[in-house]
T-cell receptor, first 118, second 111 residues
Framework: EPEVTQTPSHQVTQMGQEVILRCVPISNHLYFYWYRQILGQKVEFLVSFYNNEISEKSEIFDDQFSVERPDGSNFTLKIRSTKLEDSAMYFC????????????????FGSGTRLTVV | QQQVKQSPQSLIVQKGGISIINCAYENTAFDYFPWYQQFPGKGPALLIAIRPDVSEKKEGRFTISFNKSAKQFSLHIMDSQPGDSATYFCAASKHLNKFYFGSGTKLNVKP
């Protein structure tokens, strides 16, 4: 079954440093998302991306965050100057257009990147 | 504003028993209600989903009951097994764009 792949699985960074989290969505998917899950809390939407632009973003997704699809396969989340409170699991997801089904356009999550800011 | 409220926070069930997790939502425009299963260190995996035009959806041991008038939906796991021990999240979406997740239920199925 196709998977959304995220790298690295775990990243430790110093406060104030820039980090880039990488995702390879499923190949025929056109919609891309980032979510965040602080330890022990619920999964929260950060941003959605379609046709090379942000389609929606949450209040969490401030100027410190940016997303990019630099080539035909990767989708990245950049945090410009990390803060302690950015420590969380970051999940990438992707979905495809087409006929709606109970499987929700194949909306699939990756296994996540655990970001630890020290 | 909490769009999706989930309860209980944790649940202990004996093997073979029924696990029931409940969610309530705010926005009547939501049109897709999935349940996700998450094991430690893994991403959420779609378990089962329902649209508001049906009141019940069953897939194997997993059933979603949906009450549109009450704006509530629940997950029932029949014949619960130790392998079902995980955290379960309900979610809601409008037009399959962003998902609003519940706070999660940690299920522990005792052998």
């Amino acid at each position: 079954e196709p998977e959304v792949t995220q790298t690295p699985s775990h990243q430790v960074t110093q406060m104030g440093q820039e980090v880039i989290l990488r995702c390879v969505p499923i190949s025929n998917h056109l919609y891309f998302y980032w979510y965040r899950q602080i330890l022990g809390q619920k999964v929260e939407f950060l941003v959605s991306f379609y046709n090379n632009e942000i389609s929606e973003k949450s209040e969490i997704f401030d100027d410190q965050f940016s997303v990019e699809r630099p080539d035909g396969s990767n989708f990245t989340l950049k945090i410009r100057s990390t803060k302690l409170e950015d420590s969380a699991m970051y999940f990438c997801a992707s979905s495809r257009p087409g006929t709606a089904s109970d499987r929700g356009y194949g909306y699939t999550f990756g296994s996540g990147t655990r970001l630890t800011v020290v | 504003q909490q769009q999706v409220k989930q309860s209980p926070q944790s649940l202990i069930v004996q093997k073979g028993g029924i696990s029931i997790i409940n969610c309530a939502y705010e926005n009547t425009a939501f049109d897709y209600f999935p349940w996700y299963q998450q094991f430690p260190g893994k991403g959420p995996a779609l378990l089962i989903a329902i649209r508001p035009d049906v009141s019940e959806k069953k897939e194997g041991r997993f059933t979603i009951s949906f009450n549109k008038s009450a704006k509530q939906f629940s997950l029932h796991i029949m014949d619960s097994q130790p392998g079902d021990s995980a955290t379960y999240f309900c979610a809601a979406s409008k037009h399959l764009n962003k998902f609003y997740f519940g706070s999660g239920t940690k299920l522990n199925v005792k052998p």
